[in-house]
T-cell receptor, first 112, second 113 residues
Framework: QQPVQSPQAVILREGEDAVINCSSSKALYSVHWYRQKHGEAPVFLMILLKGGEQKGHDKISASFNEKKQQSSLYLTASQLSYSGTYFCGTERYGGSQGNLIFGKGTKLSVKP | GAGVSQSPRYKVAKRGQDVALRCDPISGHVSLFWYQQALGQGPEFLTYFQNEAQLDKSGLPSDRFFAERPEGSVSTLKIQRTQQEDSAVYLC???????????FGDGTRLSIL
C-alpha cells in the first residue's frame, strides 16, 4: 500500500533540474506533496486530484498520470532552499478522508 | 496562533511511564490528524478527527495509544506504559476538511529510555 518513491536521494548543483516520482500499484484518489527540512514540520506543496492533471507554482510543478497511479514532482532551476526531504502522501479510494499513506521520501541536496 | 502548535517539543520518559502530547490546530480547522514519524521514514497515519468525532483510529499501534479531541479543537495523544519502540516524532496536522491540504506542527520528539 505504501507508495514507492524514486530516487531515494539526489544531489544537485544550483540551477539544475530534478524529477521525483511516486508510484502506486492501485489507482489513487489523490496525491499530496510535502517538503520537510531536518527537524521541521512537513510543508505542503500541492495536491493532485484528477488523472492527467498538471499544476505548479514558480519553478515547482507536479503531474498525475491518467491512470492515477503515478505522480511526478518537477523542480526546475533548483535553489539552495529546495534542499530537504520530499514526501508524497497518497489517499486511496475507500479510505477515510485525509488518511495519507506516505512514501519513504526522497532526500534532495542542492549544492552551491 | 498562525500555525499548528504542539507541546512539548521534546519529551523524555522512562519505559513504563504514561505520556500526553498536545496539539493545538489552526483555528477553524475541522479535521485533525496524528502521525508517527520514525527516523528516516515518512509520517505514518495514526488517527483522524472531524471536529470531536474520531472517525478513523486504524493506525493506532496498540490499545496503549489513545487520542481525544473533546471540544473539537485541542487534541491530546496519550501513550500508556510506554515502550522503547514508541520513540519517534509525533506529528499533528489540521485542515479545513478531510481532503484539503494538511498543515503540520513541528512535532513532539519522544524518547523512551
Amino acid at each position: 500500500q505504501q507508495p514507492v518513491q524514486s530516487p531515494q536521494a539526489v544531489i544537485l548543483r544550483e540551477g539544475e533540474d530534478a524529477v521525483i516520482n511516486c508510484s502506486s500499484s492501485k489507482a489513487l484518489y489523490s496525491v499530496h506533496w510535502y517538503r520537510q527540512k531536518h527537524g521541521e514540520a512537513p510543508v505542503f506543496l500541492m495536491i493532485l486530484l484528477k488523472g492527467g492533471e498538471q499544476k505548479g507554482h514558480d519553478k515547482i510543478s507536479a503531474s498525475f498520470n491518467e491512470k492515477k497511479q503515478q505522480s511526478s514532482l518537477y523542480l526546475t532551476a533548483s535553489q539552495l532552499s529546495y534542499s530537504g526531504t520530499y514526501f508524497c502522501g497518497t489517499e486511496r479510494y475507500g479510505g477515510s478522508q485525509g488518511n495519507l499513506i506516505f512514501g519513504k521520501g526522497t532526500k534532495l541536496s542542492v549544492k552551491p | 496562533g498562525a500555525g499548528v502548535s504542539q507541546s512539548p517539543r521534546y519529551k523524555v520518559a522512562k519505559r513504563g511511564q504514561d505520556v500526553a502530547l498536545r496539539c493545538d490546530p489552526i483555528s477553524g480547522h475541522v479535521s485533525l490528524f496524528w502521525y508517527q514519524q520514525a527516523l528516516g521514514q515518512g509520517p505514518e497515519f495514526l488517527t483522524y478527527f472531524q471536529n470531536e468525532a474520531q472517525l478513523d483510529k486504524s493506525g493506532l499501534p496498540s490499545d496503549r495509544f489513545f487520542a481525544e479531541r473533546p471540544e473539537g479543537s485541542v487534541s491530546t495523544l496519550k501513550i500508556q506504559r510506554t515502550q522503547q519502540e514508541d520513540s519517534a516524532v509525533y506529528l499533528c496536522a489540521s485542515s479545513f476538511s478531510g481532503n484539503q491540504p494538511q498543515h503540520f506542527g513541528d512535532g513532539t520528539r519522544l524518547s523512551i529510555l
